[in-house]
């Protein structure tokens, strides 16, 4: 089963994903993860996203898809990935489902996790002081923010109209998000 967590920064989509592979023993693929440990690396892939990172920029859709193309042979062998923080373009999306096809595979699900935009700031804001990410001051965020309103939530479509898509509420707590989350998941 592969599934994609989706929404916003701040949403909860990380916390979320690594429940789901605690309960569920699927393997997370968050491009921001992975992007954040090659600029920790020092490699050159790092040195040309953490500019475009911390701005709050998406960095190119050739880069994330390529670290997602390496990464699906695990994830079929886990037997199957929640996808974090990807695709966030028409374009991911369209070469994600190229990519799975060509293995034999697809997305299961999407989840939505609906968090309104006050509650993120609120979020966001305890998180500027505490997560030591270069991308968590209000400036970032905000580029943040409207990238995905912009680039990332016009895919809602794209995976209504394929009967893939559930809408939870991400309001709550960790707890009641998750248990919303398993009630969607069945
Ligand atoms: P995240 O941890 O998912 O919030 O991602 C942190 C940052 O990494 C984003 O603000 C982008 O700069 C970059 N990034 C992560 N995933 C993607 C993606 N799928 N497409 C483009 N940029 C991404």
Redesign the pocket.
Known sequence: MNLILFGP?AAGK?TQAKRLVETRKMVQL????M?RAAIASGSELGKRVSG??ER????S?EI?IELIEARLPEAEAAGGAIF??????LA?AEALDAMLAYRGSRIDQVIRLKVDDEQLMKRIAGRFAESGRP?DNPESFKV?LD?YNTQTAPLLPYYQDQGKLTQVDGMGSVDTVAVAIDKALG
Do not use: K
Request: overall charge negative.
């Open positions: 920064p990380g968050s491009t921001g993860d992007l475009i990172m709050g920029d998406l960095v859709d994330v974090d923080g990807f695709p966030r373009t991911q991308d943040r990238a």
